[in-house]
């Protein structure tokens, strides 16, 4: 199987073109790597200026993410690049880093009593030495995304409820938690729907497994095209219930998603199934189990007391509602944004005291 060949195939197993970035310093290196990939069928992404990418890790992260970009080549000397690959790698773990080298840096190590496995230990997934042949760097190319693709499929495994394709529960009860916790430390809302499905059972035993197996794959579907891609998550939390997670929405605003949820479902006419909906929004309570637990606790009251009028139908926590929107939200502020400067702010703090 030649080089194109396979990417086609990750591509079209994993639903995405393959994107690589080139900050390589040397132009003609750069135009026949650029060339070579393109013809390979890799989309090779425009260079960030090098300036803003060390001295700006955060516009580099948002770059990166807004090109989904899996695998960075860098031709670099700088003795500060091995830090800077350690901070991307704690948000972007998944990202291939291939180091291209000049020979000549082995015998600069030796010299300063350094090892090349310090580059590998800061995140760099690969090193190649110049010059090299285009066989050489197809062969470590294909590892890189061999190795990226099979973290994708076993991270999906993981994560994902095979048959809707959205999050499974294991993976809701990991994360909500973090979203919590990340709500109250950042103090943004976070507002949690539930979904159930009426009828189903009747349904299921009237027309058979399978094409009760096809109502779910359409509920994840349709609940996946209605909230934020990137941003919210949605979960099916067992047999036919399925949760959403809306960061930095209020329960007025949910409203919104729900009413989107229902005007696809009657769209779809699966008769007489229909979908009951529950709302809560994160109430600080005296930790953060307590937190988490009423949450969901609230959420699944509101849900099954919609379920009781069989039709589309929506509720409300009561604590919920009794909440105010803020009038002093900020609407322009970027929720990825302050995440980053959080984290690279902990990643500065634990690099000192290592120092």
């Given at each position: 199987?030649?080089?194109s060949t396979y990417v086609k195939q990750i591509e079209k197993d994993l639903g995405k073109k393959i994107k690589i970035f080139l900050e390589i310093r040397d132009t003609f290196l750069k135009s026949l790597l650029s060339k070579y990939f393109k013809k390979a069928g890799i989309e090779v992404v425009e260079n960030f200026d090098k300036e803003i990418r060390l001295k700006d890790l955060n516009e580099f992260l948002k770059f990166v993410k807004k090109e989904e970009i899996q695998v960075i080549l860098i031709d670099s000397e700088d003795e500060e690049i091995s830090s800077w690959i350690a901070q991307f790698k704690k948000f972007y773990p998944e990202i291939k880093i291939l180091l291209i080298l000049e020979i000549k840096v082995l015998e600069y190590l030796y010299l300063k009593k350094g090892k090349l496995v310090n580059f590998f230990n800061s995140g760099v997934d690969d090193i190649i030495f110049k010059p090299f042949s285009l066989e050489e760097l197809q062969a470590r190319m294909l590892r890189l995304l061999k190795d990226y693709y099979l973290m994708k499929k076993i991270t999906s495994i993981v994560k994902e409820d095979p048959l809707t394709q959205v999050f499974n529960r294991r993976y809701f009860e990991e994360t909500i938690r973090e979203e919590v916790y990340r709500?109250?430390?950042?103090?943004?809302?976070?507002?949690?729907i539930m979904l159930d499905l009426n009828k189903f059972k009747w349904y299921n035993d009237n027309f058979g497994h399978q094409a009760g197996d096809e109502v779910l794959r359409k509920v994840g579907k349709l609940i996946k095209s209605c909230v934020r891609k990137g941003v919210d998550k949605v979960?099916?939390?067992g047999g036919d219930e399925f949760v959403i997670l809306l960061p930095n929405i209020v329960w007025e605003k949910a409203i919104d998603v729900i009413n989107r949820i229902f005007k696809k479902w009657d769209e779809?006419?699966?008769y007489p199934v229909t979908i009951a909906a529950g709302v809560a929004q994160l109430i600080p309570m005296e930790s953060l189990e307590l937190t988490v637990s009423d949450l969901i606790k609230r959420a699944d009251l509101a849900m099954y007391e919609a379920k009781k009028e069989e039709i589309n139908y929506y509720k409300i926590d009561p604590k919920s509602s009794s909440?105010?929107?803020?009038k002093s939200e900020k609407k322009s502020e970027n929720l990825f944004e302050k995440e980053i400067n959080l984290l690279i702010e902990e990643s500065q703090k634990e690099s000192e005291e290592n120092l």
């Open positions: 199987m030649n080089f709500a109250l430390r950042q103090k943004y809302p976070l507002t949690l979960y099916r939390y779809l006419k699966i909440l105010k929107e803020e």
